[in-house]
Structure formats: structure tokens, C-alpha cells
């Protein structure tokens, strides 16, 4: 998840048509620039590559999250169908693109965590057979890594138990910005 607030302007940011490696675009109104999602900077436009500010965030599904959280409020847009994206080359009075598929491959989902100098990739292959929750280090950083399969999530703390950025992707695409990356593979030994 990135802040709307570069320096000192606000952006709006809407879909973008088109993929990078595998990863969804997003433009902003004010400038036109397109930004890559999980890169999380500017790819093209008036904004070529400034970075979005990342706030630390979490994706699960609805059922994980209003455990924890059952006072959630849900935002729905009038007249979208309940779906808070819009694509901006859209026309108005143009059909919605075709529904999405309500289920896809979570086989090569995973958790992709980078810090300055390293980036590390966790399938939930290899944290379902993981003790849970987990401590690495990376570099002199030690961070715990949290998985819920039933809440299709998994989550990165560090000592002071704060949640770090880190993204839900598909291995691949993780692989694509960060081919570098470790790639965790649980040691049946431990």
C-alpha cells in the first residue's frame, strides 16, 4: 500500500490498462504518469521515477480480517456495483469489462519482503510446513514472518512487533522487480 502524498502534492491515482512483468499499473489524474504497483515507482510521465512513500498494510480475506477486526466498515461506491476501481481509459456509458473470475491459483502465492540491500521471497508452499510465526534475518535485521492459511495472508513484524511493507504477489512477479531475491525454502531438518 503507498500514501497518496509525494512531498507536498496529492495524488488520485485509477487502473491503468496494461501489465509490467506480470503486475498491474496505476496513473494518476494529475499528471497523467503511469506507476508500477508493485515497484512501486514511476514508470513513464512528468513523475519518471519517483517513488510512492509505502505504508505497512496487510491483505487477507474477509473473514480473517472481521475476526480481528469485526467493526469494519466496508466501502461501497454507488452506481460502480460495489467495486471501488475504475480504469481510466473507460468511457462513460461504456459496458463493464467482463467480471473477473471469483477464484484464482494460489499455488505460487506468496510474501516478497525487501529491505535496502536484500529481498527475500516466502511461498505459502513453504510456510505451511514452517513453525509459525518465524524468525529470519536479513543482513543485521531480524524480522518475524506470520502466516494464516485459512486467511490466505501472511504478514512481516519486526522487534518491535510493528508490521513492516511487505506484499502479497506471485512468485514470479516478485522475481521480475527483484531477481535477486532469496527464495525461502523451509528446512525439513528443523
Request: charged share 25%; glycine share 8%; aromatic share 12%.
Amino acid at each position: 500500500m503507498y500514501a497518496r502524498r509525494i512531498e507536498d502534492r496529492e495524488f488520485t491515482f485509477d487502473f491503468a490498462e496494461g501489465l509490467i512483468n506480470d503486475n498491474l499499473l496505476i496513473v494518476d489524474r494529475e499528471t497523467g504518469s503511469v506507476w508500477s504497483q508493485l515497484d512501486g515507482k514511476a514508470i513513464s510521465g512528468p513523475m519518471l521515477g519517483a517513488p510512492l512513500p509505502v505504508i505497512p498494510a496487510m491483505q487477507s480475506t474477509w473473514k480473517f480480517w472481521q475476526t480481528f477486526y469485526p467493526e469494519t466498515r466496508v466501502m461501497v461506491v454507488e452506481g460502480e456495483e460495489g467495486s471501488p476501481y475504475l480504469y481510466r481509459n473507460r468511457k462513460p456509458g461504456a459496458p463493464r469489462p467482463a467480471k473477473p473470475a471469483t477464484s484464482h491459483d494460489t499455488s505460487f502465492l506468496g510474501l516478497g519482503f525487501a529491505t535496502q540491500d536484500q529481498a527475500i521471497f516466502f511461498p505459502f508452499s513453504e510456510l505451511d510446513k514452517s513453525p509459525i510465526p518465524m524468525r529470519v534475518t536479513l543482513g543485521e535485521q531480524p524480522i518475524d514472518v506470520h502466516y494464516d492459511k485459512e486467511g490466505l495472508t501472511a504478514w512481516v513484524t519486526g522487534p518491535d512487533r510493528k508490521v513492516l511493507p511487505a506484499v502479497l504477489t506471485y512468485r514470479s512477479g516478485w522475481l521480475d522487480f527483484h531477481p535477486q531475491s532469496i527464495v525461502y525454502v523451509e528446512d525439513p531438518r528443523r
